[in-house]
């Protein structure tokens, strides 16, 4: 049976939030990779560990790990295989320009970009947000930097309080570059 779903969500209000809290420059031009990071990502990183089981100490994991709720959390998003895209529409407030994960390992985003030094363009990623307990929160994985100077991924805790979402806090990856 196929499905006529949309591949979008209507409403990106815990990344927009999350931006907000950034600061960043709604004038300067960043570089949003189009093709949302795997869902996998923001699992691993909340997790601490690829897959179901959870392997990390107290101190690296977040007060908010439980794990009946994350393992129903796993169960609904880990395989969905499915690469989902950004458009412009989605970030109306920002100055993005969107580029595939294909160009942005290749000659022609060096020589499109990097070969200019009027265009030493930050890099983010962003993965879809994910629903944890019972929609209480809402987890995605935020990668900000330049193309070359290692990553600085973060899974971002959103919390819903009075029917807006607050940052609540963040992991750092586990596996350092």
Not at 52 to 81: G, R, V
């Amino acid at each position: 049976m196929l499905s006529c779903a949309s591949p979008y969500l209507k409403n990106y209000e815990p990344i927009l939030t999350f931006l907000e809290t950034q600061k960043l420059d709604k004038h300067k031009i960043y570089v949003l990779q189009k093709d949302k990071t795997s869902n996998t990502e923001p699992l691993r990183l909340f997790n601490g560990n690829d897959g179901l089981d959870h392997y990390s100490s107290k101190n690296l994991t977040h007060d908010t790990f439980h794990s009946k709720h994350w393992k129903k959390m796993y169960n609904t998003y880990a395989n969905d295989t499915i690469i989902k895209y950004w458009r412009k529409e989605d970030f109306k407030e920002y100055n993005f320009t969107l580029e595939s994960s294909k160009i942005l390992y290749s000659k022609v985003y060096y020589e499109n970009y990097l070969n200019n030094p009027e265009s030493d363009y930050e890099i983010i990623k962003l993965s879809e947000p994910l629903y944890y307990w019972n929609k209480k929160y809402r987890l995605f994985s935020y990668d900000i930097g330049y193309l070359y100077s290692g990553s600085n991924t973060k899974v971002i805790i959103m919390k819903k309080e009075k029917n807006k979402y607050v940052f609540y806090g963040y992991l750092g990856d586990y596996i350092y570059n």
